[in-house]
């Protein structure tokens, strides 16, 4: 499987943070290695833009940062959804869905 | 800890750049360890990690700008949300003491109304925009009496003309005389007030009419003046109908055609005691062609427009400069006459401006004396705290938090209170505008605009802060010891006794000023509510009638229009007597110079002596004694030898061997006039509330018509249940004639002491409020200062004190406290009685009875303030005081 990576727009790098924190609290990394396993490497999000992302969300108040211990014992930041961003992320994934389904109508043999 | 909980964590622009590292070191370590796993060397692996994250720099930068602002969001949020914190803490604080929480909110609601309504009236008064362009620039000019306090008088045509031509300190100036005028329209004749302009007085003033044009050069020649009007927005509205088609039509004014030229606008208003609702051309020239008037009638008034960079004071002198030339060169008529000017602001403002300041000024004592006593409830709540405060501070928070949190408790009380107080204000506002009646000129526009509103909540902010903060530092003073003693601690105690003790002795002087000075208003208004008039007022009904049109322009026509009238009205049932007079006493009179039968007069002007036209039976209707002689009858008519009656006063200063009546006079500077005799002598007459027993000669209604007259009817009844037939029989006699002024004799003498007795009233009020204030501080004082001594007390009792000792104590430190604010206070009162000087009338401004009265009243309200803490003291059991501890 060597199929060159997605490059993603900011909005749908925003909806798949959200989504990710919505299993449960984690840090950066964490973010970035559970969407590339999850998608088996189709998707990555380059860490700069992941990053700016998270700093980004957190000033809108859809997650929340703190300071925590990590799976090696070091002091990690840890991000969590907030109930905001869980109906951002709600919001987010139906416009999605939409615009996926819409592009696919066009895309798909009758 | 408890820190944390307290306040949110904020976080330092350094602190948050270290926080970035540290996470982004964390990423990077993690995923040099998985490449490093996945089999890579660990430099490539390094290299690997940074290569593939992307632009790093401006991700950090990116970052830090986000957090900044994140930041910044959060201290709003937080300081918000301490603050509805603390407004919620302190709205449950002062729910939890509703007593304290009611008193201090009407405290502050009766300070800040009091103010705010007084503050309103000022306002509309001497803060407002004049309708004039530019109007600092314009000046108000008068006649004046050299060396008399009439600094307000009349211009004659000619010294008119003169000041105009000589000064230089104008750019334009104005004349203008009174004249009213009858409308004869559709309806019910109708009375207006009118004035005459020259073609340069709204120039002058600078007005831009609503509708048409004002009066242009020319427009006061003898050919135009008599058929041009410019009419008033009032007049407009209220006889016109609003008419926005009446510029060009003819109207007919008191039996004249005059085309309307103009309409001025709404805010317009004429710069004279009254305003007036029309306004025709004045032209000069008769007037001025009459030797014997040209310069000795005085009739006018004047504006002039300052020239640029003149100030009023320099055109002042500039005008009284050439009234001293004019002295000189008019010695028979000028003698003693000078001129005054003043901005047409001041001028506008008029006598009601000191007694308005008064009132401010009493308005903010009592505000004062409101801010003393809720900062004086403050404080001694602030030591029953005391325990909860230190409680606070233990758990974390800091003194300027707990300032804060006090502060804000001051500031939520003060808020309400200022709340009630608007309401208060709004509804005194009216309440003062309705009673006020002539009092504030029908042009002042008072009402709680933003100017108000602005004003009142800076106050209400203001006293929050000032009865706030003392309070609030002192509490927040308080150590944690506070936990350890139950709050019973004594330290800070004697301070913050002294402290209290000095509120209440400011507030007690403060009341002592407002004492005095209503105590000096309402020996005032009984005064001159028993100055006797000359003349009984009781059972009178007065009103006016003019006549207007051809009809009465003989002397003969008006002699039997009035005989008519008067035996109509005499024949009305209940009537006593009817008469009727040029002017009423109580409204002023006329001046006329008088000259003597063979007694050339001494200085080169002749003596000042007040004049008044009356009908035959006016003293006998106004209850004016006759001394001596005959009052007028029918025989003195028009054709007959001129008579005159002398006042007693007149007759005592110029016959002081009595040998008046027989003796021939004239009055008036015109020397081609017949002399007149002496045929009777009446009893003096007062000329106007607070005015002097004025020289006064009378003349007989039937030899000097005015066309118009101001009739008085004395009645078995109610002077007012007459007023329908009288009309119905002035209707017989002419319904083309309005009746004005209706009234009872003792309304007009009620309104011409309005302006007395409203400031006299809330004068009075203000020192009511003062004291009661006042007597509240005093008890909580004592109070406060016998529940922090009931130890002290309760060892002086164990140790043999009589309930007398106790008594007497206590009173005695209430006393002391009454002596040092007394003092203060007379001093104070003595010194700020020149200000209220203005608005007194036979008291001096540091009466003796009024000083001991206030002192009296004073001491009496402090011994009972003093009585509850007082027998509270007594009946402190020592044994429970002792064990208590």
Redesign the interface.
Known sequence: MTQPPIDLLQGTVDVLILRTLAWEPM???GV??FIRQRTDGVLTI????L??A???L??KKWIRAEWGL?ENN????YYALTTEGRKQLRAETATLKTYVDAVFKVLEPV | MMRRFLRLPWRSSSRRRA?LD???R??F???TR?LIEGGMQEADAHREAVR?????E??KQ??LA??A??NR?ERRTDFLAELRQDVGHSWRTLRRAPGFTAVAMITLALGIGANTAIFSVLNGLLLRDLPYADADRVARIWGAHAGTKFDRSQLSAADFLDLRARQRSFASLGVFARGGGTYVGTGDPVRLSGMRVDANVFNTLGVRPLLGRTFATGDDSAGLAPTLVVLGHGAWRRVFGADSGIVGKSIELSGRMRTVIGVLPPSFFFPTASDAEFFTPLDLTPILNDANRARKFHNLGAVGRLRPGVSVTEARADLVGIARQLEREHPESNTNMTVNALAVRDAVVGDTRPALLVLFGASTLVLLIACANVAGMLLSRAVSRRQELAVRAALGAGRARLVRQLLTESLVLAAIGGAIGLALAYWGTGALVRSAGEMLPASSQVALDGMVLATAAFVTLACGAIFGLVPAIVASRGNHSALKDGGRGSSGGAGRYRLRSALVVGQLALAAVLLVGAGLLVRSLARLQQNDLGYSLDSVLTFEVVLAGERYATAASQDQFFDALYSRIAALPGVVAVGGSGTLPLRGGSMGSLAIEGRPHAGPKLPEVGYQPVSDDFFKTMGVPLKRGRTFGPPDHNDAAPVVILSEGLAREFWPNGDAVGARIRLGPDPSVPWMTVVGIVGDVRIGVAGDLRPTAYVSTRQDHWGGAAIVVRTTGDPMALLPPVRRELKAIDPTLPLTQASTMKDVQSIELTDRRLPMQLMAAFAVLALVLAAVGVYGVMAYSVAARTREIGVRVALGAQPSNVFGMVVRQGLGAAAAGLTLGLVGAAALGRVLARLLFGVSPTDAATFVGVAAMLVTVVLAACLLPARRAVRIDPLEALRSE
Do not use: N, P, V
């Open positions: 840090h950066g990394y970035s290695r380059e860490s700069a833009a990053y700016q998270l700093h980004r957190e000033r990590s070091r002091r990690a930041k | 926080d540290e996470e982004l964390f990423y370590d993690m995923r998985e593939e994250f992307g632009d790093l401006y991700t990116y970052c986000e957090d602002m994140s969001d």
